[in-house]
């Protein structure tokens, strides 16, 4: 029907709004749970505008949680860059900050019952001994010795682990479920082990921390959490997950909702290959402008309304896929389209000099800042004799179709004057140093001449006014046409991924640039002012996305 509504929803508020209508709860509260132990990526703020989404769609909340259960590797660098990231995303959790190592009492606690119960047993077998005895996929497991020891005497010996009386790996306290399971993950999984490290938010009060499928749906109970949302990895956990919600015996437990990860191809996305890239040099830190951690997508000029439209297009499904990194190129072009202004900035210059033109006189051309945005108002640009204009826009010897200067042809310089090329300057290499043309006074923009026409218009700046630029240009850090790793699991990185150059004029208007500014270069693409390079005295462009596309939205 052609004018019907159509209010599809995905899988997940399917499950949502059911879980309401039928009384399982009565609020919503989602999390965003990451490990500190590397920057965010496109792929968590999937996550995170999923979660902070449904929240909002349903009148609950979003908590902020760290899963910083494991000491090993956790980092208090990425604490804080975790949470601008999100900030700077649009994810709002008030004050709903939290630290799953603030729960370890509780957790503590949970095993102690579980132990009360019958249903969570010390084990003296070790590491090698629990994966053998864990059987396979087709075969099942064998009950471990220990398994039928008292409740007292588990409860004596888990004391006993917590007061620091056995090494590393001597014991592991281990739910009591079933060894014969179809389900590895229900084989008597290891909840608590022992580990003398020290934690960066609770030192060395604990020598034994909870497994992370025994912490984290306790960490979602004590949160009052409805629906924690993970990607499909875990669906072979889920089970387990409800286990340890319905043994502790948590009213209205939460539940596991599992969802595809979101991968991009012709970038890197795994926190283990972009620290690699970081630690091998390749790259100029996390936030890399040809990285996709959501600091380097920031620094390269992305916003964040783009990611969100980005995020909201790709969908949410149960099955794994890529998404076209040209689909990003689409949101973030969108977004600047009517909202930057256009201005004028040559990459490569060669001087053009107005022979007829006074030597001293300056104008000032009224040039609207974008012209599909009348809104965004217009700005004065210096015009005079000698100007530069990008190097491709000429040729000695121009094929057919060619528009643009070569000599004997005129151009519009644009927002301004008709040009003919009547000569050229080389150096003794041979490079084209300097353009001679005339202009023609009639021919001014905006005064209605419509005498002659010309086929080719090119961009300019004032020789005199502009300001020197460095401008980055970047393609994408792999070719997935030529498969994203080599015969030997390394990434196959395109050489190419990175332009620095370093002569660069730009209007004048670019002068007082501040960080993270953003324009588009006419016929050049969207630019950003560095955040990190970018001073009064040496500006630093990166191009976030050339004009064009092949990427059409379906
Ligand atoms: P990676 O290995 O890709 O760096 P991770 O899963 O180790 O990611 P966590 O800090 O554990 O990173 O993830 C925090 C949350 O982000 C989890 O809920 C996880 O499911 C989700 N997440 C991670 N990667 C993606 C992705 N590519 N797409 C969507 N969600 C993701
Ligand atoms: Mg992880």
């Known amino acids: 029907m052609e004018n019907e509504v159509v209010d599809s929803k995905n899988f997940i508020e399917q499950i949502i709004e059911k879980d309401l209508a039928d009384g399982v709860y009565d609020h919503v509260t989602t999390r965003f749970p990451p490990e500190p132990n590397g920057y965010l990526h496109i ?115 888990f004391e006993g682990m917590k007061a620091g009386k056995y090494n590393d790996g001597e014991k592991v306290l281990r739910a009591k479920i079933d060894m014969a399971s179809p389900n590895i993950n229900m084989r008597d999984p290891v909840l608590y082990r022992v580990a003398r490290m020290t934690h960066h938010n609770t030192g060395d009060k604990w020598c034994i921390y909870p497994m992370y499928d025994f912490a984290h749906p306790i960490e979602d109970a004590i949160e009052g959490v409805t629906h924690s949302i993970c990607t499909l990895e875990f669906e072979d956990h889920r089970p387990l997950y409800e286990w340890v919600v319905t043994e502790l015996e948590y009213p209205q437990p939460p539940k596991q909702i599992e969802f595809a990860k979101l991968y991009l191809t012709n970038v890197v996305t795994g926190k283990r290959y972009i620290k690699k890239l970081v630690e091998d040099g390749i790259v100029d830190g996390w936030d890399d402008p040809r990285l996709v951690s959501i600091a380097a997508l920031r620094r390269r000029g992305f916003t964040p309304e783009s990611i969100r439209k980005f995020v909201e297009l ?102 301004a004057y008709f040009v003919k090329c009547e000569s050229f300057i080389k150096d003794e290499t041979g490079k084209v140093t300097e353009i ?70 730009v209007e004048e208007s670019l002068a007082d640039t501040k960080p993270e500014d953003k324009f588009q270069f006419v016929r050049q693409g969207y630019f950003c002012t560095d955040m990190k390079d970018s001073t009064s005295d040496n500006l630093v462009f990166n191009r976030i996305v050339s004009l064009k596309s092949s990427f059409k939205l379906k």
């Open 436 to 505: 001679h043309c005339t202009y023609d006074p009639e021919t001014k923009c905006g005064t209605g001449f419509t005498g002659r026409k010309v086929k080719g218009t090119i961009h300019w700046v004032s020789a005199r006014h502009a300001v020197p630029a460095e401008i980055r240009l970047y393609e994408n850090i792999v070719d997935e046409e030529k498969g994203k790793l080599d015969e030997n699991g390394n990434l196959n990185l395109n050489p190419n991924s990175l332009t620095v150059l370093k002569n660069c004029m």
């Open 314 to 415: 790709c969908g949410v499904s149960k099955s794994n896929s890529s998404v076209d990194y040209a689909m990003l190129e689409y949101c973030i072009r969108e977004d600047l389209k009517l909202t930057k202004p256009r201005v004028m900035a040559v990459l490569d210059p060669i001087k053009l000099v107005i022979d007829n033109y006074p030597d001293d006189k300056v104008e000032y051309l009224e040039v609207e800042n974008n012209q599909e945005n009348p809104d965004m108002g217009s700005r004065k640009v210096a015009f005079c004799k000698e100007l530069y204009i990008d190097r491709e826009d000429f040729m000695e010897e121009p094929p057919k179709k060619y528009f643009r200067l070569f000599p004997g042809n005129e151009v519009r310089l644009m927002h």
């Open 43 to 157: 792929g968590h703020a999937k996550s995170i505008l999923l979660n902070y989404g449904l929240a909002k769609k349903y009148n609950g909340k979003f908590n902020m949680r760290f899963d910083d259960t494991n000491p090993t590797k956790e980092r208090s660098e990425f604490v804080e860059s975790i949470k601008a990231d999100i900030k700077w995303l649009g994810a709002d959790w008030e004050d709903r900050l939290f630290f799953a190592s603030d729960y370890f009492d509780q957790m503590y606690e949970a095993a102690i019952k579980l132990i009360k119960k019958g249903k969570a047993y010390v084990c003296d077998l070790s590491a090698e001994e629990i994966r053998e005895y864990r059987g396979t996929l087709k075969e099942p497991g064998k009950e471990s010795p220990y398994r039928n020891r008292t409740i007292e005497e588990n409860l004596e010996l």
